[in-house]
C-alpha cells in the first residue's frame, strides 16, 4: 500500500492558494493543517478545502506531529526562520522563491546540513513548466549553445505592501530568470552588469541584465514590473546548429482576420494561469523525490547560485559596473 503523505500548508495568500489546488490534485497526500496571519483566511481557506486544522501561528504548523512536510507559502521575509524551524522539526519542507535576500544566510543554512538537497526544495516552478522543460531537454538539438534570451515581464507592479516585503525585483522577480539562466546553461556565471529604471514604483521596476557563464555562454534577460498587453514569458536559445524558442501562451487559439488587421487573443493573464501546469508538476516532483529519497530537483544550492546572482545585479546597478564572480 503507498504510504499517504501528511502536508501543512503556510502562507495562504496568492502562491498558498495555487499551492493548495496544485497539492489536492495529487493522490497519496492528505493537506491536514493550514496557517495565515489572518484568520479569516486561515478559516475560510480551511473550510473550503475541508482541511482539519487551522491555524494563525505558523508554528502550530511545524510542530504538529503527524505532518511529514510544511509547503511554505508566506513572504519572503519569513522564509529562512520557518525553513530553518520546519527542518529542526524533522518536516521536509517546500519553500517558496527566494529562499533568502541574503546569500550568506543561504550558505549558513546549506553548511548546517548536510542532507539539505534531500530534505527542502525550492519553488523554481518554471523548471517544470512543460514547455521551458522540452526547451531544455531539446538543446542538444541546436548543438553548441551561445545565447540565452529570457523575456519575463510582469502585467502590473505589486502592491506596496507585497514590495516591502519582498526584498526588491532583482530578488524577487528576476531571481526565477537568474535560476532560468542557471538551468539552462548548466554552468557558473562569471560576469554580470545590470541597469535598471524606476518606472512604475519607488523600487527598480524595470531592468535589463546580461550574464556571462564560464562556458561562454551570453545569456540577457528582460524584466519589467509592468506590461500593458499582458504576462509576457518567452524564452530564446540560440546554437551554433539552430535556436529553440518558447512564445507566450495565449487565452485561447482564436485569430480574426479582415482585410486590414489581424487579432488574436491576449497572453494568459499571470503566473496562475501561464504556469498552472508547472505548479502540479513541481508538487509532484516533491513528493516522487520524498518516496523515492533522493535528491529533490531544486535545492538550495541552486537557490544560491540564483542569489549570488541577485546580488551581483544590486551591485552593479548600484556601482554601475561589471561584476566579476
Ligand atoms: N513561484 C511563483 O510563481 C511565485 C508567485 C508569487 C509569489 N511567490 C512567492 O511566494 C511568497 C508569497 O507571495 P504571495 O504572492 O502569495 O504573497 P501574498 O501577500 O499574496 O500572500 C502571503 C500570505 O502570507 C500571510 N502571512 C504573512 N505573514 C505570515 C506568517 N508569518 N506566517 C504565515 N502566513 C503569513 C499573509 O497574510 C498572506 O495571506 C513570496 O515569497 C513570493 O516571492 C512565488
Redesign the pocket.
Known amino acids: 500500500m503507498e504510504t499517504i503523505l501528511n502536508i501543512g500548508v503556510?502562507?495562504?495568500?496568492?502562491?498558498?492558494q495555487?499551492h493548495l489546488s496544485a497539492l489536492k490534485a495529487l493522490k497519496n497526500i492528505n493537506i491536514t493543517a493550514v496557517?495565515?496571519?489572518?484568520p479569516e483566511?486561515a478559516r475560510k481557506t480551511a473550510e473550503k478545502n475541508r482541511i482539519p486544522k487551522f491555524y494563525t501561528d505558523?508554528h502550530n504548523v511545524l510542530h504538529q506531529q503527524d505532518i511529514d512536510a510544511v509547503w511554505i507559502?508566506?513572504?519572503?521575509s519569513?522564509?529562512m526562520a520557518?525553513v530553518r524551524e520546519a527542518l529542526e522539526n524533522n518536516k521536509y519542507v517546500f519553500c517558496?522563491?527566494?529562499l533568502d535576500k541574503d546569500r550568506t544566510k543561504i550558505q549558513s543554512l546549506i553548511n548546517s546540513y548536510p542532507d539539505l538537497s534531500r530534505r527542502l526544495m525550492i519553488?523554481?516552478?518554471r523548471r517544470f513548466d512543460p514547455d521551458f522543460a522540452a526547451a531544455k531537454a531539446s538543446i542538444k538539438k541546436i548543438g553548441k549553445p551561445t545565447i540565452i534570451k529570457i523575456t519575463s515581464r510582469d502585467p502590473f507592479p505589486p502592491s506596496t505592501?507585497?514590495s516591502r516585503l519582498?526584498g526588491g525585483i532583482y530578488n524577487?522577480m528576476s531571481i526565477?530568470d537568474l535560476d532560468m539562466a542557471c538551468f539552462i546553461s548548466e554552468s557558473d556565471a562569471e560576469q554580470v552588469i545590470a541597469i535598471g529604471s524606476k518606472n512604475y514604483t519607488k523600487d527598480t521596476d524595470t531592468t535589463l541584465i546580461t550574464i556571462k557563464f564560464k562556458n561562454g555562454i551570453i545569456c540577457n534577460i528582460d524584466n519589467s514590473r509592468k506590461a500593458s498587453y499582458g504576462y509576457d514569458q518567452r524564452l530564446e536559445i540560440l546554437g551554433d546548429k539552430g535556436m529553440i524558442s518558447v512564445e507566450n501562451k495565449r487565452v485561447n487559439h482564436l485569430c480574426y482576420y479582415s482585410e486590414n488587421s489581424m487579432e488574436s487573443s491576449v497572453f494568459e493573464p499571470f503566473?496562475l494561469e501561464r504556469?498552472k501546469e508547472s505548479?502540479i508538476e513541481e508538487a509532484k516532483a516533491f513528493i516522487t523525490s520524498i518516496k523515492e529519497k533522493k535528491e529533490f530537483p531544486s535545492t538550495a544550492e541552486d537557490a544560491l547560485k540564483a542569489s549570488v546572482l541577485a546580488n551581483a545585479c544590486e551591485q552593479s546597478l548600484e556601482k554601475q559596473k561589471l561584476i566579476f564572480l
Open positions: 503556510i502562507g495562504l495568500g496568492r502562491i498558498g495555487i496557517s495565515d496571519t489572518s483566511l505558523y507559502c508566506s513572504p519572503t519569513y522564509h520557518q517558496e522563491k527566494p519553488g523554481f516552478n505592501e507585497y519582498s524577487d526565477h503566473f504556469y505548479y
